[in-house]
């Protein structure tokens, strides 16, 4: 259950940076910044549970390489971030290495 909660913890990790994103708009400022600050809280308090069974090191690499994953896919294809191959292939680069880690656990 620790794997589905680390997985959780770093999809909600994606948000807020999203949501900072939307608080660069005026119209969007205080819900942006609330959607930070409510995808921090509820990707944070999922990383505390899981480190109770998970190796500390682990556990973190896996939850910000799911969020910054996540937040360089959501970058290029709603808000129009570069998207080159070598981007990509950094991308790929993180990818391997958060599944060597969940295979290695």
């Given at each position: 259950?620790?794997?589905?909660y ?11 940076p999203v949501?900072l994103?939307?608080?660069q708009e ?12 409510l995808?921090?809280a509820?990707s944070?308090?999922?990383?505390w ?6 190796p500390?090191g682990?556990?973190?690499?896996v939850w910000?390489?799911?969020?910054a ?14 998207a ?6 950094g991308?790929?680069?993180?990818v391997s290495g958060?599944l ?6």
């Open positions: 259950m620790s794997w589905v680390l997985t959780l913890a770093g999809l909600f990790e994606i948000g807020w949501g994103k939307m608080a005026p119209g969007t400022r205080c819900l942006g910044v609330a959607i930070a600050v995808f921090m509820i944070g308090a999922l990383l549970m899981v480190q109770r069974q998970l500390m682990t556990a973190y690499a910000t390489g799911i969020g994953t996540g937040t360089f896919l959501v970058g290029v294809h709603c808000y129009g971030d570069p080159t191959l070598m981007r990509y292939v991308v790929l680069l993180i958060v060597t880690l969940k295979l290695a656990h």
